[in-house]
């Protein structure tokens, strides 16, 4: 195999916490054994990286290149590397699919052993960076994707190979945040047709939970937000009632989803990273069967807290999932299958595209919740 050479190509550096990013010329090292370096075609926004470029305490990495949500073809690949070859078109995923270990190859889990999800700032195996900006200065990863670059290096098991037919604009929000959402509905909910359903939080992720559960059948979707013009968008994904959690007065949310349902959800996620909300979607979910799944990121550290007779006295179920409890491979290929098939929406989360240089603008308008999904054309 020929000896790849670094390639100098514009990133978007995170350069100090909740500063614009700048856009710079970067050297991207060659893909070393088990890596792929990719061309970026188009990446979008996802609230996360908005997360961890504001985090001031504890201090975040920088310079960091973010950005996990994205589509691109194969530049180079390094030694030992079959799955995929130049040119493939591929969508990277912040889980590692390794497809060996115990995990991967169980049905109850998509967190790969071999490489565990951390928020690591550097590469999965060896722990180093594969970036560097002009003066020689390393920089960090971002969930092992680092998408807000023209080229970035990913490990194999990071990778998935696609259809190259689909368009990049919509594929690459099976990235992270459309599919965490259909996923958490169809794969940690498993979300049965005539099931009740309640969303809290009708962002990009609540709102792919309405499709997640409207594609399994949910008879009623309850999707709750402090913007009442969330239920028109909600609409189009399957919600079927609202509630604004702003004018619960006298009455908390969860009473008011209680009284809607008769006794409570079958299914309540959490989409906004309050452990407030987590209580609330926990105390409206059905006495004996009812789920409750928590998808928000919070503020690190932030605790929930429960009385053991609560629980025990319940019957209920609380979950994690982490993207949406999808295997990377196994299911990203199926999600652009429904797509394409004009079974799953995606057109309709893309609400503005926006060209690299204009990267900052993606985050003002997520920031300010003018958007759902901002494509990033590289
Ligand atoms: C998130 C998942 C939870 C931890 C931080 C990153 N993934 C993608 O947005
Ligand atoms: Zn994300």
Not at 13 to 41: D, N, Q, S, T
Not at 351 to 370: C, M, P, Q, R, Y
């Given at each position: 195999?020929?000896?790849?050479?670094?390639?100098?190509?514009?990133?978007?550096?995170?350069?100090?916490?909740?500063?614009?990013?700048?856009?710079?010329?970067?050297?991207?090292?060659?893909?070393?054994?088990?890596?792929?370096?990719?061309?970026?075609?188009?990446?979008?926004?996802?609230?996360?990286?908005?997360?961890?470029?504001?985090?001031?305490?504890?201090?975040?990495?920088?310079?960091?290149?973010?950005?996990?949500?994205?589509?691109?073809?194969?530049?180079?690949?390094?030694?030992?590397?079959?799955e995929v070859t130049e040119g493939d078109t591929v969508i990277p995923s912040f889980m590692a699919d390794c497809g060996e270990c115990v995990d991967c190859k169980s049905k109850k889990s998509n967190q790969c052993s071999n490489f565990p999800f951390k928020v690591s700032p550097l590469m999965h195996r060896d722990e180093t960076s594969r970036f560097m900006d002009l003066n020689g200065e390393t920089l960090y990863h971002f969930l092992y994707i680092s998408s807000f670059s023209e080229y970035t290096v990913v490990d194999v098991t990071h990778v998935v190979k696609i259809d190259p037919a689909v368009p990049p604009n919509r594929a690459c929000l099976l990235s992270c945040g459309v599919s965490t959402g259909v996923g958490a509905a169809w794969r940690t909910a498993n979300v049965e047709a005539g099931s009740t359903v309640a969303i809290f939080g009708l962002g990009a992720i609540g709102l792919a939970v309405a499709e997640g559960a409207r594609l399994c059948g949910a008879s009623r979707i309850i999707g709750v937000d402090v913007n009442p013009d969330k239920f028109e968008i909600?609409?189009?994904f399957g919600v079927t009632d609202f509630v604004n959690s702003a004018s619960c007065k006298d009455k908390s949310v969860s009473e008011v989803i209680k009284e809607m349902t008769g006794g409570g959800a079958d299914y309540c996620f959490e989409c906004v990273g309050l452990a407030s909300l987590v209580h609330e979607a926990f105390a409206c979910c059905?006495?004996?069967?009812?789920?409750?799944?928590?998808?928000?990121?919070?503020?690190?550290?932030?605790?929930?807290?429960?009385?053991?007779?609560?629980?025990?006295?319940?019957?209920?179920?609380?979950?994690?999932?982490l993207f949406g409890g999808l295997k990377a491979k196994h299911d990203i290929p199926i999600l652009i299958k429904?797509?394409?098939?004009?079974?799953?929406?995606?057109?309709?989360?893309?609400?503005?595209?926006?060209?690299?240089?204009?990267?900052?603008?993606?985050?003002?308008?997520?920031?300010?919740?003018?958007?759902?999904?901002c494509v990033i054309w590289m």
């Open positions: 195999k020929k000896e790849g050479k670094a390639i100098r190509c514009r990133a978007a550096v995170a350069r100090k916490a909740g500063e614009p990013l700048v856009i710079e010329e970067v050297m991207v090292a060659a893909p070393k054994a088990h890596e792929v370096r990719i061309r970026i075609i188009c990446t979008s926004l996802c609230h996360s990286d908005i997360t961890f470029w504001k985090l001031k305490d504890p201090p975040g990495y920088f310079p960091r290149i973010l950005g996990h949500e994205s589509i691109g073809v194969v530049e180079s690949v390094g030694e030992d590397v079959d909600g609409k189009i059905r006495l004996g069967w009812g789920k409750t799944v928590v998808l928000g990121v919070d503020k690190p550290g932030t605790q929930l807290s429960f009385s053991s007779f609560e629980i025990l006295l319940s019957g209920k179920t609380i979950t994690g999932s429904r797509y394409m098939d004009k079974e799953l929406q995606l057109d309709e989360f893309v609400t503005h595209e926006v060209s690299f240089e204009e990267i900052n603008k993606a985050f003002d308008l997520l920031i300010e919740g003018k958007s759902l999904r």
